[in-house]
C-alpha cells in the first residue's frame, strides 16, 4: 500500500497543531487543548513510526543483499538480523494502516468497567472476583490506574458485581473488546463428585463520559439517599451515605455505596450514569455497522457470549475470531494482549475493508 500521500497530509497536519499549540490563549479552554494535544501526539506518533518503518525497509533489503555476499562473517551476521526486522515491519506496517484509518473518538477514553456474577451461583461470583483480578494486572502491565466505584462481595470471597474506572492511555481501545459473556467451565471447589460446572459472568466496558457529552437534566433524574449494606466496617453500616439515581428517559439506575460520604457517592453514581447513557447512545450508533462487521467482532453487547474459559482441557477460546491459547495461569495473571491483538487486527481488516483499501492498493 502506498502511504505516501497520506503521510504527507499527516506532516501538513502536524505543522498546523504545532501552530495552534504555539498561539496565545491555547491553553484558555483546557478541553479544546487537551484534544489538539492528543492529535499531535498521535500525528507525531505516526511520523515517527513511518521514519522508522521505511529506514527498516532499507535496512532489511541491505541485509538480503549483504546476505548472498561473499564475506561470510557479515553475511552471517546480516542474515541474523532479516527476522527481527521483518517482524518489525510487520508491526509498523499494521500499526501506521491502523493510525491512517478513520478513527473512534472513544478510543481515547478512560473508561468504566462493570463485572457482574451471571448463571452459576456461588461459582458464578468467585469467577467474577477473578476476571476483576485479571483486569486489575492487565491495567497494571500498561500502566493505567484502576478506581474501584462500587463493589458487592459474596459470602464465599467472591464478587456479586464489580464497577471500577480505569484511566490512562488509550484504555478504551484495548479494552473494549471484553465486553460480553465470559463462560468458564471447571469442577467447583464444593463439588465433590468431580462434575464440570458452567458459569458465567457479564462484562460491561464503557468509555468515560465527559459533563459536556451527556447533559444530565435536574428533572431527568431521581436522587436518593439510601443507607448502606453489607461488609466494609461501622460508617458504611450506620449512615445513609449510599446514593441512588434513576434516569427517567432512559429507564438506568445506579447506585453507589462504596465512598466515604454521601457527596462522593453521588459523584461517583453521576460518573458511571454519563458512561451507561453514552452507551446507550452508541449502541444505537453500532446498529448501523455492518452486518459482517458486528457478526467479526461482536456488538459488545452484554447479551454476547465471546469467551470460554475451558480448565479441564486448559484452554481459553475467543468465539469471535475462533482464536485459542492454552495458557490458562498467564491470562488470568492479566496476559490477554494475544486475544486484544487478534481483536485488533480482524478489526482492522474490516474497517480497510469498509474503507475500500485492499491488496491492490499495494504498489
Not at 517482524?87 to 493510525?99: M, P, S, T, V
Not at 466515604?260 to 453500532?286: C, D, P, V, Y
Amino acid at each position: 500500500m502506498d502511504y505516501a500521500p497520506i503521510i504527507e497530509k499527516k506532516r501538513q497536519l502536524l505543522t498546523e497543531l504545532d501552530a495552534k499549540i504555539s498561539a496565545p490563549g491555547f491553553y484558555d479552554d483546557n478541553k479544546a487543548a487537551a484534544e489538539v494535544m492528543r492529535e499531535h501526539t498521535r500525528a507525531r506518533k505516526v511520523l515517527e513510526d513511518w521514519e522508522t518503518f521505511t529506514t527498516a525497509k532499507k535496512n532489511l533489503v541491505d541485509n538480503q543483499e549483504i546476505a548472498k555476499g561473499d564475506d561470510e562473517e557479515l553475511a552471517e551476521m546480516a542474515a541474523e538480523e532479516i527476522p527481527e526486522l521483518e517482524a518489525l515491519i510487520e508491526k509498523l506496517d499494521g500499526e501506521i494502516q491502523y493510525a491512517l484509518l478513520p478513527r473512534d473518538p472513544s478510543e481515547d477514553r478512560d473508561a468504566i468497567v462493570e463485572i457482574r456474577a451471571g448463571t452459576g451461583g456461588d461459582e458464578a461470583s468467585l469467577f467474577a472476583g477473578e476476571l476483576f483480578k485479571m483486569y486489575q494486572s492487565y491495567s497494571e502491565s500498561r500502566s493505567w490506574k484502576v478506581e474501584v466505584l462500587e463493589v458487592s462481595e459474596s459470602d464465599v470471597g467472591g464478587m456479586k458485581d464489580a464497577t471500577f474506572r480505569v484511566a490512562g492511555d488509550e484504555v478504551f481501545r484495548f479494552l473494549k473488546y471484553e465486553s460480553g459473556v465470559h463462560r468458564v467451565q471447571r469442577v467447583p471447589a464444593t463439588e465433590t463428585q468431580g462434575r464440570i460446572h458452567t458459569s458465567t459472568a457479564t462484562v460491561a466496558v464503557l468509555p468515560e463520559a465527559e459533563e459536556v457529552d451527556v447533559e444530565l437534566r435536574p428533572e431527568d433524574l431521581k436522587i436518593e439517599a439510601c443507607r448502606a449494606s453489607g461488609p466494609g466496617g461501622q460508617g458504611v453500616n450506620t449512615t445513609d451515605s449510599a446514593v441512588q439515581i434513576w434516569h427517567h428517559p432512559t429507564g438506568l439506575y445506579v447506585k453507589c455505596k462504596e465512598g466515604r460520604s454521601q457527596a462522593q457517592n453521588k459523584e461517583r453514581a453521576l460518573q458511571i450514569l454519563r458512561a451507561k447513557i453514552l452507551e446507550h447512545r452508541t449502541n444505537e450508533e453500532n446498529a448501523k455497522y455492518s452486518e459482517q462487521r458486528r457478526n467479526l467482532i461482536g456488538s459488545g453487547g452484554r447479551e454476547e457470549k465471546i469467551r470460554t474459559y475451558n480448565f479441564p482441557q486448559g484452554r481459553i477460546t475467543d468465539h469471535r475470531i475462533g482464536h485459542s491459547v492454552f495458557s490458562m495461569d498467564a491470562v488470568f495473571a492479566g496476559d490477554i494482549n494475544e486475544f486484544t491483538e487478534k481483536l485488533q487486527a480482524a478489526e482492522m481488516a474490516e474497517k480497510l475493508k469498509d474503507a475500500g483499501i485492499t491488496d491492490s492498493d499495494e504498489e
